[in-house]
Each structure stands twice: as C-alpha cells, then as structure tokens.
C-alpha cells in the first residue's frame, strides 16, 4: 500500500541539478530571476503547466503552505507556466488567473511567459496535466516530485524541507518509500 502512494506521486531525487536563467513575473508585474532571486534560498515551487493542473496544484499549495509555515527559512511559490498560451490570449489568462489568487499570494505567483522548456527541464515533465513540486537550495533543485498530494510525497518533502533548513547538505537525496 505504501509503495502504491510512493508511485502515485512519483518522488524524485535531484541533486545537484544546477537551474538555468529562469525569467517569471509575479502577478504584482515585479520581474524575477528564479536562479538568482529564489534558487540561493529555501524555495518550494508548485508548478502546473494546463490548467487541468489546478486541482493538483491548488491542493499542494494548501498543504505545503502549513508545513512552509513551520519552517522559518522555506517560502512558497505556485508557478504558472503559460509560456506556450498564445501572446493574444496570454493578457485574457493572467487576468483569470489574478482574479482567482488572493491578493495575498500574488507576490509568490510566478508566471512563467518565456522559456516554458526550462521548466519542463527543471520540473523532469512528464504529464502535462499532473502538478509538479520543486524544492530550491544553495541555488540548484535539491528535490522534486510530481502528481497529486500523497501522504508520502508530502512527509518526503517536508522532511527534505527541514533537513535543508537545519543545514545538512547530505540530504538532497529525497525517497518517498
């Protein structure tokens, strides 16, 4: 039964993979860098491609959010790729997409405009429609996972996410069994 949860969230190990420029706009317009404005720090990024992701997406972000909580160092971002939306409908999109975020979390909305391939790179994209969970330290993807929540997936996330907020630099390596 565990080993089923395992695979339906697909946990990942990804040490070391070191993040290209990755360009992103808040949905408060500021213009970012994700490897040099978040990669050096604590980040967890819910990245959702289609929106047929949002469910998934959505449900990360609320339970990340109260384990983010209790630990000082990490912040959350849900990322957006909508780099492959059309120019003419991307203004149409982001308007949706603002108006159904809280004004509270639009400076930790990413939108990813550009370079929606990196993305993929840097989330291992498999399935355009799953929800994918990257976790960020000393500027490269220490952890990574996809599909919807799973109580393995989320305690091998958190305890990744406390591991790198106490300083262990041996704990990049995630396994959700």
Same mark, same amino acid.
């Given at each position: 039964?565990?080993?089923?949860?395992?695979?339906?969230?697909?946990?990942?190990?990804?040490?070391?993979?070191?993040?290209?420029?990755?360009?992103?706009?808040?949905?408060?317009?500021?213009?970012?860098?994700?490897?040099?404005?978040?990669?050096?720090?604590?980040?967890?990024?819910?990245?959702?491609?289609?929106?047929?992701?949002?469910?998934?997406?959505?449900?990360?972000?609320?339970?990340?959010?109260?384990?983010?909580?209790?630990?000082?160092?990490?912040?959350?971002?849900?990322?957006?790729?909508?780099?492959?939306?059309?120019?003419?409908?991307?203004?149409?999109?982001?308007?949706?997409?603002?108006?159904?975020?809280?004004?509270?979390?639009?400076?930790?909305? +990413?939108?990813? *405009?550009?370079? #929606? @391939? !990196?993305?993929?790179?840097? =989330? $291992?994209?498999?399935?355009?429609?799953?929800?994918?969970?990257?976790?960020?330290?000393?500027?490269?993807?220490?952890?990574?996972?996809?599909?919807?929540?799973?109580?393995?997936?989320?305690?091998?996330?958190?305890?990744? +996410?406390?591991? *790198?907020?106490? #300083? @262990? !630099?041996?704990?990049?390596? =995630? $396994?959700?069994?």
């Amino acid at each position: 039964m565990i080993a089923s949860l395992a695979l339906a969230f697909l946990v990942q190990a990804a040490a070391g993979a070191v993040l290209p420029a990755t360009p992103v706009q808040t949905l408060l317009g500021q213009k970012l860098d994700v490897s040099r404005d978040l990669a050096p720090h604590l980040a967890v990024l819910v990245v959702g491609f289609t929106k047929a992701s949002r469910d998934q997406t959505q449900e990360w972000s609320r339970r990340v959010e109260a384990e983010v909580g209790r630990i000082p160092a990490a912040q959350l971002y849900q990322v957006a790729v909508i780099a492959d939306v059309p120019r003419l409908l991307r203004g149409m999109v982001i308007d949706r997409i603002r108006a159904s975020i809280p004004k509270a979390m639009h400076s930790h909305f +990413l939108l990813v *405009l550009d370079r #929606g @391939d !990196a993305w993929k790179d840097i =989330a $291992s994209f498999r399935d355009k429609d799953s929800a994918y969970v990257v976790v960020l330290s000393r500027g490269s993807v220490a952890w990574r996972g996809q599909g919807p929540p799973t109580e393995v997936g989320l305690q091998a996330l958190v305890r990744t +996410l406390q591991s *790198l907020a106490a #300083g @262990d !630099a041996g704990s990049n390596v =995630a $396994s959700g069994e």
